[in-house]
């Protein structure tokens, strides 16, 4: 349940800050907009239709926008990893409001480790900070479940992933290329 009186707190706390993501408290009432804010809205919509009592991973999760979304929608288990300790101190804070229970990481994509399987692993606007884009994604494969989602301005057609779908939707509402992945597929050397 929302402390709405929390939310509103923070809300005026951070009225002046630019957000990169939305933060929704309660969606349509209490809520910061964030730099895409319809697109980012829009791809939860499409990205969580069936994911409830589903694990998700968000690799560069910033203030943790898709694992609320996720949450909202039935999942089950919820981590977030972000290399910006200001973004995971304000997911941390948007979480204790939510109480939603999301295991918040500081840590970069390249060092971040889990022995832990995820039926969803997403990495959304992060390709391009990887050091060795490949081989990070294809540890994180190794941890998937399911699907691997990935927005990126990345040409994946020098790797030997095999690739599900392209979500061309998404692009026309201002997003980059997002990218569908199975772990079953990969091809290993």
Request: glycine share 4%; proline share 3%.
């Amino acid at each position: 349940m929302v402390d709405r009186q929390r939310a509103l707190e923070f809300v005026h706390k951070h009225r002046q800050t630019q957000f990169y993501q939305p933060v929704i408290f309660v969606p349509g009432v209490i809520e910061i907009r964030g730099k895409w804010h319809d697109a980012t809205k829009q791809m939860a919509e499409i990205l969580f239709k069936n994911v409830s009592g589903k694990s998700v991973l968000d690799l560069g999760c910033s203030y943790g926008f898709f694992l609320h979304e996720a949450k909202r929608r039935g999942a089950s288990r919820l981590m977030g990893v972000d290399h910006d300790p200001v973004s995971i101190d304000i997911a941390k804070e948007v979480n204790d409001i939510l109480d939603h229970d999301l295991k918040l990481v500081h840590s970069s994509i390249d060092e971040f480790y889990t022995d832990e399987l995820f039926d969803i692993i997403l990495m959304m606007n992060v390709v391009h900070i990887l050091k060795n884009p490949q081989k990070t994604i294809s540890r994180y494969l190794s941890h998937t479940k399911e699907k691997l989602i990935l927005a990126h301005d990345y040409d994946f057609s020098v790797c030997d992933f095999n690739i599900i779908r392209e979500f061309s939707s998404l692009r026309s509402a201002g997003l980059r290329q997002v990218t569908e992945i199975s772990p079953r597929l990969v091809q290993q050397d």
